[in-house]
């Protein structure tokens, strides 16, 4: 079972940028994908990113391309989602998620962290 601990989230002024961080234990880090998803209040939980386990492959959100980039390092067991140019309708509760099969694309996503807080004022 693997275990995800998320940081970096907080309040930052529109156009700023915030890194957050998930690091993971439990299993073997290297070969699965990974995510980010985020929920804002009242609304449904969406995927915002996701890196394949070599990260070679990745995908985005249409609304967060070119302002949000996510990377893994794996010898640190550690995905980053780097968030520019942020916006009031970023805010929301980020949530780092692991792939349930190795060397999967794209993933399917079966373990969640506890999320990491972002609000974004205007």
């Known amino acids: 079972q693997v275990q995800l601990v998320e940081s970096g989230g907080g309040l930052v002024q529109a156009g700023g940028s915030l890194r957050l961080s998930c690091v993971a234990s439990g299993r073997s880090f290297s070969v699965y994908a990974m995510g980010w998803f985020r929920q804002a209040r009242g609304k449904e939980r969406e995927s915002v990113a996701a890196i394949s386990w070599r990260g070679r492959r990745t995908y985005y959100l249409d609304s967060v391309k070119g302002r949000f980039t996510i990377t893994r390092d794996n010898a640190k067991n550690t995905v980053y989602l780097q968030m520019n140019n942020l916006n009031a309708e970023d805010t929301a509760v980020y949530y780092c998620?692991?792939?349930?099969?190795?060397?999967?694309?794209?993933?399917?996503?079966?373990?969640w962290g506890q999320g990491t807080q972002v609000t974004v004022s205007s």
């Open positions: 998620a692991a792939d349930q099969s190795p060397g999967n694309w794209p993933p399917d996503f079966a373990s």
